[in-house]
T-cell receptor, first 108, second 113 residues
């Protein structure tokens, strides 16, 4: 089976940097995806790491370490609009298993 | 460009009533289609997925069923709703070439009373 662990809540101030961690246990691993979901909205895809290392997309970066079964999402120059839930997910055979999500609150 | 439509946005149904949620995708052929359910403050639980017309895989035993009558249409149904069926239902699609990312519909908030 698949299981993913991430912190339930994180709080940071505007302009700061925050890291959201995700550890996983899977039978068969191809990569780690990240999604953002604003309250009441649909999840939107942010990034995918198939290989170890850091992938940067604007203010957001995602990191993967296969040997540690660990990844993180790094958000820089936080803005109020970044307040949302963030989910890590493991795609496998076309299906994705999601963690329970981390609620990020950005304060002024 | 591809778009996904899901309706209705909100639904309040009495216990024991039937359910039909519909999802359609435009701008792509032979997509993989998914139904997820999200409980408040929780992650997404995969209910059903389909790789083609009439091909449905169920991930968890439950009171719900799914059908795919056309290539880009996916329907979630129940004959008799339970209180425990309440939740946020999300339809999603991807292709075999992009199965690391899912594209979600806007969701249906279902309340069973």
């Amino acid at each position: 089976g698949q299981s993913l662990e991430q912190p339930s809540e994180v709080t940071a101030v505007e302009g700061a940097i925050v890291q959201i961690n995700c550890t996983y246990q899977t039978s068969g691993f191809y990569g780690l995806s990240w999604y953002q979901q604003h309250d009441g909205g649909a999840p939107t895809f942010l990034s995918y790491n198939a290989l170890d290392g850091l992938e940067e997309t604007g203010r957001f970066s995602s990191f993967l370490s296969r040997s540690d079964s660990y990844g993180y999402l790094l958000l820089q120059e936080l803005q109020m609009k970044d307040s949302a839930s963030y989910f890590c997910a493991v795609p496998n055979a076309g299906k994705s298993t999601f963690g329970d999500g981390t609620t990020l609150t950005v304060k002024p | 460009s591809q778009t996904i439509h899901q309706w209705p946005a909100t639904l309040v149904q009495p216990v024991g009533s039937p359910l039909s949620l519909e999802c359609t995708v435009e701008g792509t052929s032979n997509p993989n289609l998914y139904w997820y359910r999200q409980a408040a403050g929780r992650g997404l639980q995969l209910l059903f997925y389909s790789v083609g017309i009439g091909q449905i895989s169920s991930e968890v035993p439950q009171n719900l069923s799914a059908s795919r009558p056309q290539d880009r249409q996916f329907i979630l149904s129940s004959k008799k709703l339970l209180l425990s069926d309440s939740g946020f239902y999300l339809c999603a699609w991807n292709t075999g070439a992009t199965n690391e990312k899912l594209f979600f519909g806007s969701g249906t908030q279902l309340s069973v009373l």
